[in-house]
């Protein structure tokens, strides 16, 4: 069973923020894979599927991103999943909008949601997607991360985005960490 997680934040208010690429990556492979994630439980939503044999589990934590980790560790219990078949995906500002790096495991590098995840996981070895959404020079970071893509940047930002469902999908289908980070990255 694999569990892929998009970070974000709750809420009309956060829909399309730059802080919300995770859920953004989510919803892009929930339609690829023709599903909704729309079941409410685990204070997040989450739906569950079978691609090619394999269980999959997708979650949007509805905790807010600095508390992502209590939703993330409710699915994980109930469902017994290893934190080696866990992906996250999470927005990145010290990359360019849209760009991806690929990881197998890491620190928080300062991002809340994935501090969260590592208190309540226990660990820091778990899958990561980082999508770029830059930053701006002279921007108040909360201001930025909480902000709206331009329209320019959305045309950055959906090729990444792709990108980002391509890998977790050959992810799925290979189980091949190298191959993901060789062929997606960057």
Same mark, same amino acid.
Do not use: P, R
């Given at each position: 069973m694999k569990l892929i997680v998009g970070l974000g934040n709750p809420g009309? @208010? /956060?829909d399309q923020t730059r802080h919300?690429?995770?859920?953004?990556?989510i919803d892009a492979l929930a339609k690829r894979l023709n599903v909704s994630v729309d079941n409410k439980k685990f204070d997040g939503l989450y739906t569950k599927l079978k691609y090619q044999g394999e269980d999959i589990i997708l979650l949007k934590p509805q905790t807010y991103?600095?508390?992502?980790?209590?939703?993330?560790?409710?699915?994980? @219990? /109930?469902?017994?999943?290893?934190?080696?078949?866990v992906m996250v995906v999470y927005d990145d500002m010290d990359m360019p909008t849209g760009k991806l790096r690929i990881r197998?495991?890491?620190?928080?590098?300062?991002?809340?949601?994935?501090k969260s995840?590592?208190?309540h996981m226990?660990?820091?070895?778990?899958k990561r997607i980082r999508v770029g959404i830059d930053k701006m020079k002279h921007y108040d970071t909360v201001d930025w991360v909480l902000g709206h893509f331009s329209i320019p940047e959305m045309?950055?930002?959906l090729p990444g985005i792709d990108k980002a469902v391509d890998a977790i999908v050959c992810w799925i289908e290979t189980d091949d960490m190298n191959k993901v980070m060789n062929q997606y990255n960057g």
């Open positions: 009309k @208010k /956060y919300n690429t995770g859920f953004m990556v991103m600095n508390e992502s980790g209590l939703s993330v560790s409710q699915v994980m @219990k /109930y469902f017994k999943v290893d934190s080696d078949d197998l495991k890491g620190s928080a590098g300062g991002h809340n949601g994935i995840l590592i208190a226990h660990t820091q070895e778990f045309q950055l930002l």
